[in-house]
């Protein structure tokens, strides 16, 4: 098992380009979620889905989409970079709690600079 | 809303020194708690988990915690630490799993011979 996959590992942009942060997973698990993490902070929850079909916000959605077509993948879309966006990106996914060892697993991170 | 602190940015502890990272959380009814760390440059790793039950938790890598619903807390202990486990630590909650953690600010443990 490779556990959840990020890529890149590392991207510039530009303010106003779009890109899409790619995650993947081959635990079949039913939720995944992104967070980006900044400084003194800790992590914030940008959006989640509970499985294929169906995602939701949360603490930070704007200047973000995702879409989940598979139960694997759940990519990331800046529609148009912005420096504040400058931030290092987590995808994580786990099962619903209840089953057996269940957690959430996170990838290695996505770090974006946007200049 | 669910908010976690962690008053402690930043700790320094001699090696083979006990541990205590603290961890206050504002939830209305019992959430889920966990505690998380994170290497330099690293995704993060759980280190325990309460869901419900006792209200001391065993972890991976001689880590305990206790929650105590009466303070909110769930502070994290460990009682001899090594230097491998100079890292940043999150505490983190959730209402109804873990899809929707909300995380503290992190605190970094530095640990000196």
């Known amino acids: 098992n490779a556990g959840v996959t990020q890529t890149p590992k590392f991207q510039v942009l530009k303010t106003g380009q779009s890109m899409t942060l790619q995650c993947a997973q081959d635990?079949?698990?039913?939720?995944m979620s992104w967070y980006r993490q900044d400084p003194g902070m800790g992590l914030r929850l940008i959006h989640y889905?509970?499985?294929?079909?169906?995602?939701d916000q949360g603490e930070v959605p704007n200047g973000y989409n995702v879409s989940r077509s598979t139960t694997e993948d759940f990519p990331l879309r800046l529609l148009s970079a912005a420096p504040s966006q400058t931030s290092v990106y987590f995808c994580?996914?786990?099962?619903?709690?209840?089953?057996?060892?269940?957690?959430?697993?996170f990838g290695q991170g996505t770090r974006l600079t946007v200049v | 809303a669910q908010s976690v602190t962690q008053p402690d940015i930043h700790i320094t502890v001699s090696e083979g020194a006990s541990l205590e990272l603290r961890c206050n959380y504002s939830?209305?009814?019992?959430?889920?708690l966990f505690w998380y760390v994170q290497s330099p440059g690293q995704g993060l790793q759980l280190l325990l988990k309460?869901?419900?039950?006792?209200?001391l938790v065993q972890g991976i890598k001689g880590f305990e915690a206790e929650f105590k619903r009466s303070q909110s807390s769930f502070n994290l202990r460990k009682p001899s630490v090594h230097w491998s486990d100079a890292a940043e630590y999150f505490c983190?909650?959730?209402?109804?799993?873990?899809?929707?953690?909300?995380f503290g600010t992190g605190t970094r443990l530095l640990v000196s011979p």
């Open positions: 939830y209305g009814a019992t959430p889920y």
């Open positions: 983190a909650v959730g209402r109804t799993g873990f899809q929707k953690l909300v």
């Open positions: 309460y869901f419900s039950g006792d209200t």
């Open positions: 635990m079949n698990h039913e939720y």
């Open positions: 889905s509970v499985g294929a079909g169906i995602t």
């Open positions: 994580a996914s786990s099962r619903p709690i209840g089953q057996t060892n269940t957690e959430a697993f």
